[in-house]
């Protein structure tokens, strides 16, 4: 109770200029929003900014830019339903540009294997998100690739909040879930079956795994719809129906 009332109270306070001012220079998509959703987005954004750490890593020195920038875009992905605010993210760390993480392996016979592997993004499971702030910045002009590494990653904060990482995020019923089920693997296995071929439809990165594939195909869904729809119609449906239409207003949301 004390959480609602402390978000509620977020909302009411004035959205700062100096904020507003980054999101109308700085994300082009923000100014096809409706006025509601602008206001929707700005409270969102209030509470994100005042329940999440932001940690400059590698020398970064984190800006109020950069921390709007990714809030906003992280919020946008809730912004047709009703929040969940990504309550296991508590911190976002921030690399300049790509930085070294390891990746564990299991081997066969049980050798673990650690392999140092470059990334500009990465989520963790019920705990933080880090990313690479060349990439986030490229995401805000270049929006015509389909790759946006904050929404990737929040992806993957929504696809946990199931409780599991394993492409699916927390939905209503269990209907809805055998329903995404069908339309997932039925998508992931053309897409497979394309790569086989030589043919790359989407980014081949999505053939990872279903929770790569629900991150990737949400970056096609926000930045390059078109190209999501070509491919798969149901699936875009499918992410329409889970995100919202893109065009379409709705009612506020706490």
């Given at each position: ?45 209030q509470?994100?900014?005042a ?6 890593c ?24 009703d ?14 540009d790509?930085f ?9 016979g ?8 470059v990334?500009?993004?990465?989520s963790?499971h019920r ?13 805000t ?23 599991a ?60 719809p ?20 893109l ?8």
């Amino acid at each position: 109770m004390f959480t609602f009332f402390r978000r509620h109270a977020l909302r009411k306070q004035p959205f700062p200029a100096a904020w507003l001012e980054v999101l109308q220079r700085r994300l082009p998509w923000y100014h096809r929003l409706p006025p509601e959703l602008q206001r929707r987005l700005q409270g969102r954004i209030q509470i994100f900014l005042a329940e999440k750490t932001f940690e400059g890593c590698g020398g970064l020195e984190v800006t109020d830019t950069m921390r709007v920038i990714v809030a906003a875009q992280a919020c946008r992905l809730e912004l047709h339903h009703d929040p969940s605010h990504f309550p296991h993210c508590t911190t976002i760390y921030l690399y300049p540009d790509a930085f070294v993480s390891t990746v564990t392996q299991v081997l066969p016979g049980g050798v673990i294997d650690e392999v140092p592997t470059v990334r500009i993004g990465e989520s963790w499971h019920r705990g933080s998100v880090v990313l690479a702030w060349r990439a986030v910045e490229a995401s805000t002009w270049a929006a015509w690739t389909g790759r946006n590494v904050v929404l990737h990653e929040f992806a993957h904060q929504l696809d946990s909040g199931s409780g599991a990482v394993d492409g699916a995020p927390a939905l209503r019923n269990s209907a809805a879930y055998t329903r995404w089920a069908q339309v997932v693997n039925r998508a992931l296995t053309r897409l497979r079956a394309h790569l086989a071929w030589g043919e790359a439809p989407i980014d081949p990165y999505a053939a990872q795994n279903p929770a790569e594939f629900f991150a990737v195909t949400t970056e096609l869904y926000f930045e390059a719809p078109q190209l999501l729809r070509a491919f798969d119609p149901a699936l875009h449906q499918l992410l329409e129906d889970y995100y919202g239409a893109l065009s379409h207003a709705g009612a506020e949301a706490a």
